[in-house]
């Protein structure tokens, strides 16, 4: 089994890629835009609140096929889009650039992976599966949401 080291990353200004456009992307971004990353999109269509994202100037997005050249200047990228194969291969990209980068879907590919958060009041508590099942981390945090 693969294991994760836990950390806490100040991400804010580091300068993400997110390769895909549909609802997992847009998640990612979210969560990207929400602790200060500078974030670029790479997809030939997105999601409206992308597209929106977009037009306030929150997020950069280049509508066109992912190539490696996008990852110029790249801290980490993410790899979300629907095809697991295009995935695997911007991972191997990024790995062979030395850029960490996360594969949605789940497998050996990504060199970290996100834990399910819950913030309140101050406290960040994280819930990992090392990428084994990530609908089970999603229930612990909900319970864990009640408790807290």
Request: one cysteine or more.
């Amino acid at each position: 089994m693969r294991k994760y080291y836990p950390v806490g990353l100040q991400i804010e200004g580091r300068r993400s890629l997110v390769v895909g456009g549909g609802k997992v992307a847009q998640r990612k971004v979210a969560r990207l835009i929400a602790f200060g990353a500078k974030v670029k999109v790479v997809s030939p269509e997105i999601t409206c609140r992308l597209r929106t994202w977009a037009g306030e100037g929150r997020i950069l997005v280049q509508k066109r096929k992912f190539t490696p050249g996008a990852m110029r200047g790249a801290d980490f990228i993410f790899a979300a889009t629907n095809d697991p194969r295009i995935n695997s291969r911007i991972a191997k990209a990024a790995k062979q650039k030395g850029i960490w980068v996360n594969v949605a879907n789940p497998g050996k590919d990504s060199s970290f992976i996100l834990p399910a958060l819950i913030e309140k009041k101050g406290l960040t508590v994280s819930v990992s599966t090392h990428g084994k099942s990530p609908g089970l981390a999603k229930k612990i945090k909900e319970k864990l949401k009640k408790v807290l």
